[in-house]
């Protein structure tokens, strides 16, 4: 047998195996989490290894009081995924109508530095959010920003919108200037060409920026608490997370119907676009 045919036999027995051993490190963590979320809190007492529940032993009452208004009982859980789709939505749609323009300057236009503009947009995360945390923290006390949605909309907004560019720029570099050239012969304003001939074609590169932006907003935890800790109304679920996490009161089960009511989302928008997510992380591999 020579080197090449054990090889690739090697790589064909190796590679099921690495697959199933990633998809199985990968979705147990989920997998168990959303077990201890069904199974009722004496039974986890009793067992908290088993990995396996028939469907006659599970139970809703966690996510039911997960979702219950605060002032029935509950944890409120139906305002605070509220008002983090609020924040999210806000945030992903305002830097995708500027981050799109955006790229599309630095890509296609000629201006002294545009060489070196786009690694500028990524030199705020040169700084750690902590270092940014206090002076955003001031500044939005003076402008009466702080303990509002908006003003953290705003900073979410800042957070993405450098890379959202930078990932878009590399994107929309691969579309040939041809076709813009020939949607300038047949009249089209630069407007024009950006609504119908660049977005059609950076479909995927503009959904894969909207779903890292929706997640970024979606997961953050520390100008969240910074910014809308002092009332309760206005908490993004990760905050609602963070709270069951720390009481001592709460059942590691209700934690874990929190952790899939915040996770859950995520995952279903994921799965959903996860074709478009792809093609947009990966066409712009072709050209530099």
């Known amino acids: ?47 908290p290894g088993r990995i396996w529940a028939g469907p006659a032993e599970w139970t809703l009452r966690t996510y039911r009081e997960v979702l219950t208004p605060a002032d029935s009982g509950g944890q409120g859980f139906l305002r605070l995924l509220a008002n983090s789709a609020i924040v999210s939505a806000a945030a992903t749609v305002i830097t995708l109508l500027v981050s799109i323009p955006g ?22 995360y040169l700084f750690p959010s902590i270092l940014l945390a206090i002076p955003l923290f001031v500044l939005f006390t003076r402008l009466g920003l ?11 907004i800042a957070q993405t919108l450098p890379v959202s560019i930078y990932m878009l720029r590399n994107y929309l570099s691969t579309i040939p200037v041809s076709l ?26 503009v959904m894969a920026n909207a779903l890292y932006v929706f997640m970024i907003a979606w ?28 009481g001592i009161e709460v059942s590691k ?26 093609e947009g992380l990966t066409a712009g591999a072709d050209k530099g």
């Open 1 to 47: 047998m020579d080197r090449h045919t054990f090889e690739k036999r090697l790589l064909g027995v190796l590679r099921p195996v690495i697959v199933t051993v990633l998809v199985v490190v990968t979705l147990f963590p989920f997998y168990y989490m959303l077990l201890l979320s069904v199974r009722p809190i004496d039974e986890v007492l009793a067992n």
């Open 219 to 246: 997961n953050e935890f520390l100008f969240a608490l910074l910014f809308l800790v002092e009332d309760r109304a206005d908490w993004t679920v990760s905050l609602g997370l963070a709270q069951l996490s720390g």
């Open 103 to 124: 790229a599309y300057a630095v890509s296609r236009l000629r201006f002294a530095g545009r060489r070196q503009v786009h690694f500028l947009f990524l030199a705020v």
């Open 146 to 156: 702080r303990g509002s949605l908006g003003g953290l909309t705003i900073v979410y």
């Open 180 to 205: 813009e050239e020939a949607a300038a012969v047949d009249g089209y304003t630069r407007l024009q060409t950006i609504r119908k001939i660049v977005l059609p074609l950076a479909a995927p590169a």
């Open 253 to 278: 089960t209700v934690l874990m119907a929190g952790s899939v009511v915040l996770t859950l989302p995520i995952v279903i928008i994921f799965f959903a676009a996860e074709r478009l997510l792809t």
